[in-house]
């Protein structure tokens, strides 16, 4: 039997459709659906906003293409057996027009799909070696509503990162806090990007922000979401959406640039996308302004009235923080609290 070697980011698709975390998508998409979705944003007579692919380079097809039956490894490890192959392709851009926009063929990540993606396949799953399909940071949906139930979690608001947090995430956990009762902060993990934070360090370091909130009235939970970034702005966002709503959440914010990359897409398109879909996707979407530090009122604020003069105001983003980090450089309290800034230096970030 022919052996594919998946990568990472095809392990995680793969142990999220498993697990039902891309409900009511179960299985990597076949030619049909993978238009339906793209044309429509429908798996079947559902919202469904980004296919998720099973995509093979070049040299891997010319191996596979005669193959009835292929056995998935990771690792070394025997992940599955896969039969009912079938190969296909799709207009790749009409799939960088659909998702990252006009100027798609300018978007790195557009020219990463089409160079990692020669052909696409869909199969059947024969057989799962349940054992091996794990990871250290991959947690069930199934699992987290019997923590959920233990916990008596009714509602739950919801907060995706890829960040280590800093004053304007903590202003956004608390600002769930207060308006929703409890909250799950859910980094993505599985990166592996330079210059971006490691993941355990991800996934400490909102623990240690969680810690700080948690009272008898309220839950805070940190679980990392297993996956990958694919910079696609408003329709992974919504992707982000049905995966709560999976893990049992009842809400989610969606913030400024949401799942964006540089300037591809405008500052609020992903949250007005998902809000203008949140009843389809079965869950509250909490859009609001991005928080700031505001130098007259001397703390972080969204809609404060000194706002409209730029120099009034601080922006508060990751990146900045990264960029001192890599100088060295003193990080003040108004882009991060020092009980988190004190974890970090040179060597939390993968270089
Ligand atoms: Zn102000």
Redesign the pocket.
């Known amino acids: 039997m022919q052996k594919y070697n998946l990568n990472q980011n095809q392990f995680s698709d793969l142990i999220n459709l498993e697990n039902k975390v891309f409900l009511p998508l179960k299985n990597f998409v076949d030619e049909g659906e993978f238009k339906k979705i793209l044309y429509k944003e429908k798996f079947k007579s559902n919202f469904f906003p980004f296919p998720i692919f099973f995509g093979i380079k070049f040299n891997s097809y010319k191996k596979l293409k005669n193959a009835k039956a292929i056995k998935f490894t990771y690792k070394t490890k025997d992940i599955a057996i896969a039969n009912k192959i079938n190969f296909y392709t799709i207009d790749k851009n009409i799939f960088g027009k659909k998702v990252y926009g006009a100027r798609y063929f300018k978007n790195p990540y557009f020219q990463k799909f089409k160079k990692e993606n020669y052909i696409f396949l869909s199969f059947k799953l024969k057989k799962v070696f349940k054992k091996n399909l794990n990871h250290r940071y991959f947690l069930s949906p199934k699992k987290f509503s019997q923590i959920k139930k233990k916990k008596k979690i009714k509602s739950l608001s919801s907060f995706h990162t890829r960040n280590v947090p800093h004053a304007a995430h903590q202003w956004i956990h608390e600002y769930l806090i207060k308006n929703y009762k409890n909250l799950l902060i859910q980094p993505l993990v599985g990166q592996y990007k330079r210059t971006e934070y490691r993941d355990n360090t991800i996934i400490n370091l909102n623990k240690i922000a969680a810690s700080a909130y948690r009272n008898q009235k309220n839950k805070i939970l940190v679980v990392p979401f297993f996956s990958y970034p694919r910079y696609g702005g408003p329709k992974e966002a919504a992707l982000h959406a049905i995966v709560r709503k999976n893990f049992g959440c009842t809400q989610f914010w969606v913030g400024r640039d949401h799942a964006g990359y540089k300037n591809f897409f405008r500052k609020y398109a992903s949250s007005k996308y998902c809000k203008k879909n949140q009843k389809k996707i079965g869950l509250q979407i909490v859009a609001k302004e991005e928080p700031y530090y505001?130098k007259?009122?001397k703390e972080i604020?969204n809609n404060?009235?000194?706002?409209k003069i730029k120099k009034?105001i601080v922006l508060i983003s990751g990146h900045k923080i990264r960029k001192l980090i890599k100088k060295k450089s003193f990080i003040p309290k108004y882009l991060m609290s020092k009980t988190i800034s004190k974890k970090l230096n040179r060597s939390s970030l993968i270089n």
């Open positions: 505001c007259i009122c604020n404060c009235k000194h706002l009034n």
